[in-house]
């Protein structure tokens, strides 16, 4: 089982491949985006967003996140119906485990759970288009 961990994208090719034209807001979306390791909601994009750009609103973060999802530049996650957790979409493949103490995300893959939905799948008939799994859990307590 591995970790991941974000590259640094080019997010100008990102918005170009995804056919949304270039603006300052979104680049400075996505570039929080690309450096958070932490899948923020939109307010904690927001946040970050004003330290960089303090014109940036928040309906423009709203808009700006259902605009770049749209067009497959970023996933939405909603972690244990909470607000609405956002990644940027070419990391890679992976799952996630969340602390429903502190709310933190720890990204895995691990290739003999892959192994096993494709088999689980075939079993029932069917193939796996894609999937998602979230591990709710607690720190274990150190003896
Ligand atoms: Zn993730």
């Known amino acids: 089982m591995t970790t991941s961990s974000p590259s640094p994208p080019d997010y100008e090719a ?11 807001p979104r680049r400075t979306i996505l570039k929080i985006l690309g450096e958070a390791g932490d ?16 014109s940036i ?3 423009t973060v709203y808009r700006t996140m259902r605009l770049l999802e749209e067009k497959g530049a970023i996933h939405r996650h909603a972690f244990g119906g909470g607000p609405s957790r956002f ?5 890679g493949h992976h799952d996630h ?5 502190t709310g ?8 003999r759970i892959e192994a096993l939905q494709d088999e689980i799948a075939r079993e ?10 979230e591990l709710y ?7």
């Open 39 to 54: 899948h923020p909601d939109a307010l904690e994009i927001f946040r970050r967003a004003s330290v960089i750009d303090p």
């Open 104 to 111: 933190a995300v720890v990204e895995f893959r691990s290739d």
């Open 57 to 59: 609103s928040l309906s």
């Open 97 to 101: 485990l969340i602390d429903i103490d």
């Open 14 to 24: 990102l918005l170009r491949t995804a056919g949304v034209r270039i603006t300052r």
């Open 87 to 91: 990644e940027q979409a070419d990391q």
């Open 137 to 143: 859990a607690r720190k274990r307590r150190q003896a």
């Open 124 to 133: 029932l008939g069917y193939d796996i288009v894609f999937h998602r799994l």
